[in-house]
């Protein structure tokens, strides 16, 4: 009998903090589970501790070469960054900006859903009448790391976050939210902005949309003041598909459209470099969530569907279907739902039951 060689992929796994080292060790576990029952496919998966017990010991949140030690992987799976004994902005620029924005992962794609099982705080809203994307820019904007601080401690302190845009970043997220727009049934996207306000850098974003949207005569596409959007994401939520917006607006947004659906717990996000330059990370979007770390009480789905979403990325279609209708199978099981969705389920009774499913799985 002629054998054949499987596909083998390299990733990984960057706990960080908190309750990331038990969803990604949740996550590995599945894809591990996953590869096996393909049965085409292999994943090597290397760990590395870092994160603010990393930093504690080295003064760093990764190493100086950390980035060099992941960028010949075909993915990276993350988990959080967040502690509480280290500010916030150390540890995300410390670890999760200085992997994201070094590898140009410009693109940060977040799908939401209601899922099976799952009770949306809109009482109109039933599974399958929420299905949005949010293609958020990842790379500038409130978050392009320009400014400073000046006399500090002193009544003349002056602090300053520049807001940086350029034509090139705003074309590319947008062509990108355009051509996926354009992949989805319903070809809608709506282009988030606050050019009344921010005259500048958000009128040449403006600008920007109208010039793509002359590319993509196939898709339709309104623009809303994120004010206005977060309104439209509440009291009409059908009409509503794929959002394009800045790094700061998408942020925001995209934890409203979570707890929207049901839960920030099962919400993914995958951080693209769309040009596979660099690899892609994957992330669920809860964050390092201490007061609940260590009770194995986490939501792993955030987890699962963005290795969902790493699967897509791979090209490993197939088995992305596969997993996603298993995750499908155990939200539609209140016995499975963790407390953040109301039930007292743990984070390895969920675990068990998607590779279940996914052993149990005919597609």
Known sequence: MWGFALTEYKIAAIPGDGIGTEVVSAGVEVMNALAERENSFVFHVDHFNWGGEYYKQHGLMMPEDGRDQIKDHNAILFGSAGHPDIPDHITLWGLRLAICQPFDQYANVRPTRV????????????????????????????????????????????????????????????RFAFKLARSRPRKLLTVVTKSNAQRHAMVMWDEIAEGVAKEFSDVTWDKMLVDAMTMRMVTNPKSIDTIVATNLHADILSDLAAALAGSLGIAPTANLNPEREFPSMFEPIHGSAFDITGKGIANPIGTFWSSVMLLEHLGEQAAATRLMSAIERVTADPQFHTPDLGGNARTDEVTQAVIDAIRGTNI
Do not use: C, K
């Open 115 to 174: 899922l099976p099982g799952i009770t949306s705080p809109l009482r109109s809203v039933n599974n399958g009448e929420l299905d949005w994307v949010i293609v958020r820019e990842n790379s500038e904007g409130e978050y392009a790391g320009v400014g400073g601080r000046a006399h500090q401690g002193s009544p003349l302190e002056t602090a300053t976050d520049v807001s940086i845009f350029t034509r090139s970043g705003v074309e590319r997220i947008m």
